[in-house]
């Protein structure tokens, strides 16, 4: 089976921390960017983060920088998402997906998408 499956989301304290993990199955991802997306109810799905097959580039959207940390562990197939002093802004699904390494006309920028781990920030 191919899939991207999120965990470690929950509800915590604005201020406070937690860390999400996603475990891919059944398809490359060593060779892949890996993002993280989030959608609050109401709005669209943004951006959060992307890191490099090799995990020594990064990318973040303004509104995580300096408080998130995406980063990845290929032995185990898995992508994190460090996210330290969270804002009640932050409440959303969380997902993450796999950069296409190639596009082609009609296609998305991401492929592979999980099915999401709730985060929620009380204030």
């Known amino acids: 089976q191919v899939e991207l499956v999120e965990s470690g989301g929950g509800v915590v304290q604005a201020g406070g921390s937690l860390r999400l993990s996603c475990t891919a199955s059944g398809l490359e991802f060593s060779s892949h960017d890996m993002g993280w997306f989030r959608q609050a109810p109401g709005k669209e799905r943004e951006f959060v983060a992307v890191i490099d097959g090799s995990g020594q580039s990064t990318m973040y959207a303004d509104s995580v920088k300096g408080r998130f940390t995406i980063s990845r562990d290929n032995a185990k197939n898995t992508v994190y998402l460090q996210m330290r002093s969270l804002k009640p802004e932050d409440t959303a699904v969380y997902y993450c997906?796999?950069?296409?390494?190639?596009?082609?006309?009609?296609?998305?920028?991401?492929?592979?998408w999980g099915q999401g781990t709730q985060v929620t920030v009380s204030s």
């Open positions: 997906a796999r950069r296409r390494r190639t596009v082609s006309p009609g296609r998305g920028e991401y492929g592979y």
